[in-house]
């Protein structure tokens, strides 16, 4: 099998480990004479998976009792509506921008009639390059919540520290930083992210989200309805069994490996490392304000579009995939998830160096 390194920022690099244990239970699962994907999600089966995929879950982000763990579909995007209209109907939602995806969370939200959106800080002024500051006076009390997005993917800005809201509740799309950096559930009302990048493959979507904060609406399609969900175990139409299963898989392998608190401390290593490259090479730069620099998504940029396009067509050909930076910024972007390895940022330096040298500096 052809070795490369994938720095994709999703869907993402799975664990070797996990993609083989799935290999080796994929026709036959657990003498059942079935694969997992052709099992009834009604089967005593599929319901170990889905309660083990919880029950790892909560023990690795030590979500607190008070909030309920769903698995449902629509990606990360679908949360853009299904928060506001479940949490923000006849209410003003506070929003703080902080990039593209913040922007589509918006945008959405602007959308639903008995939902006054108010962005209460932003960072588009100098690109998203930097975390804005949250003011708890900018905060009216009575706000639905205080939607933040943890880690900016595309811009490579993180949030570390959560602001002081008072009694509003923040709300986090934490999509690709879920389980890679430690938060503390309960400082949430709720947490939404898609799978694709820490969690499994594309097709499932965790949310947790404090109990007392669902079934504030009387009418909601069903599958719109967080109470509905909650009441069905996620199980109100058929839920993403696969993609369930592998995500259950990905938390076994977070919990062998020391749990998110160590996957936290190896991302910080691997990012330190790239960094340091970064801000030691003459030819390379970080656009990113320092102390807000993602440790999930690092890009990275020469100023010279042309000479990035050679540089991303030199590395692919040297087996790193997907390091083109998104369209949006431009330059490079190294997407450094929990089953990146450390080997492949060693592999990345070595390339960048010596490109350094053959190109200028
Ligand atoms: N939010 C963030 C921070 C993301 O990185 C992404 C996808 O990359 C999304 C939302 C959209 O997720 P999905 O494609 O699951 O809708």
């Known amino acids: ?43 005593s089966l599929f319901e170990t998976i889905i309660e083990n995929a919880e029950t790892l879950l909560r023990e690795l982000m030590a979500i607190p009792d008070n909030y309920k ?29 902080t990039g593209s995806w913040s922007k589509k969370a918006i945008s959405e939200a602007k959308k639903i009639e ?22 708890k006076e ?62 499994g493959p594309a097709g499932l979507t965790v949310v947790i989200v404090r109990e007392d904060l669902i079934g504030q609406v009387d009418v909601l399609s069903a599958m719109l309805d967080y109470d509905v969900h909650a009441k069905n ?19 076994e392998w977070i919990k062998e490996q020391g749990g998110v608190s160590q996957m936290e401390q190896q991302n910080k290593e691997k990012a330190a490392l790239l960094y340091d490259e970064i801000d030691s090479s003459k030819l390379f730069s970080s656009p990113v304000n320092k102390k807000d620099r993602s440790i999930n998504n690092v890009p990275f940029i020469t100023g010279d579009d042309q000479l990035d396009k050679q540089f991303n067509q030199e590395a692919l050909a040297a087996g790193f995939e997907n390091l083109k930076g998104h369209r949006s910024v431009g330059g490079m972007r190294a997407s450094l998830y929990n089953a990146f390895p450390k080997t492949g940022v060693e592999a990345l330096i070595t390339f960048m160096k010596s490109f350094e040298a053959e190109n200028g500096g």
């Not at 059942?32 to 009604?42: A, D, K, N, P, T």
Request: no cysteine; proline share 5%.
């Open 138 to 199: 900018d905060i009216p009390q009575d706000a639905a919540y205080v939607h933040i997005t943890t880690n900016n993917t595309i811009e490579g800005t993180t949030i570390y520290d959560l602001p002081d809201t008072g009694d509003v509740p923040i709300v986090a799309d934490m999509s690709s930083n879920i389980l890679s950096v430690n938060y503390n559930v309960a400082d949430f009302g709720l947490i939404y992210a898609g799978a694709q990048k820490n969690i």
């Open 233 to 251: 175990g996620s199980m109100y139409n058929t839920p993403p069994t696969y993609s369930i299963y592998m995500a259950k898989l990905v938390f």
């Open 1 to 43: 099998m052809k070795t490369v390194y994938n720095f994709s920022a999703g869907p993402a690099v799975l664990p070797k480990s996990v993609l083989e244990k799935a290999q080796s239970e994929l026709v036959d699962y657990e003498n059942s004479g079935m694969s997992v994907m052709e099992l009834s999600h009604r089967s």
């Open 114 to 135: 008995n939902v006054t959106v108010e962005v209460i800080a932003s960072s588009e002024d100098k690109n998203f390059t930097y975390i804005p500051e949250i003011r």
């Open 69 to 97: 763990v769903l698995f449902l579909q629509g990606g990360a995007s679908m949360q853009f509506t299904m928060v506001p209209l479940n949490l923000a109907q006849h209410k003003t939602a506070l929003y703080v921008n």
